[in-house]
């Protein structure tokens, strides 16, 4: 199962650095790599067993459950529904306080693709990687100017 991890250290506490990573309200403020996210089903906040919809500026679509949410720590998602290259999706956030007012912050996503898509492996996992890595600049980015 190809695994992908990058992380990013912000200047600024995991509290507010998670709070606002899941406050879907905001989530377009900061993530360049959607141009949909909302919670549904009439969630109104990010938790354990909600769902939410994200769809990629690429157009594909997925919907993810909360299976781990642990402010300020960590929260995991996995997927519910999703484009058909995707047999399997998860991602987590991990928050971690480096010093006063400093957090590293680390994104996980572990995926396994449906034949024929498998035999791109090398290319998505690249693909995705260079998304996170952008999305967790963006955080930081976004984070440290309004901080």
Not at 65 to 76: D, G, H, L, M, Q
Not at 105 to 127: A, Q
Request: charged content about 25%.
């Amino acid at each position: 199962m190809p695994k992908i991890l990058q992380s990013i250290s912000i200047s600024s506490p995991p509290e507010k650095i998670f709070d606002f990573t899941q406050d879907y309200d905001k989530r377009l403020i900061w993530d360049t790599f959607l141009k949909e996210a909302r919670l549904i089903e009439g969630a109104k906040e990010s938790a354990k067993g909600v769902k939410a919809w994200c769809v990629a500026k690429n157009g594909m679509g997925m919907e993810t459950e909360y299976i781990s949410f642990n402010r300020p720590k960590v929260t995991a998602v996995k997927m519910t529904k999703g484009p058909f290259m995707f047999k399997s999706f998860a991602g987590s956030w991990q928050f971690e306080t480096e010093a006063p007012n400093k957090t590293l912050v680390t994104f996980t996503y572990s995926f396994t693709l449906r034949f024929p898509y498998s035999l791109l492996s090398p290319f998505i996992r690249s693909n995705l990687n260079g998304n996170v890595k952008q999305r967790l600049v963006d955080l930081k980015n976004c984070m440290e100017i309004s901080s």
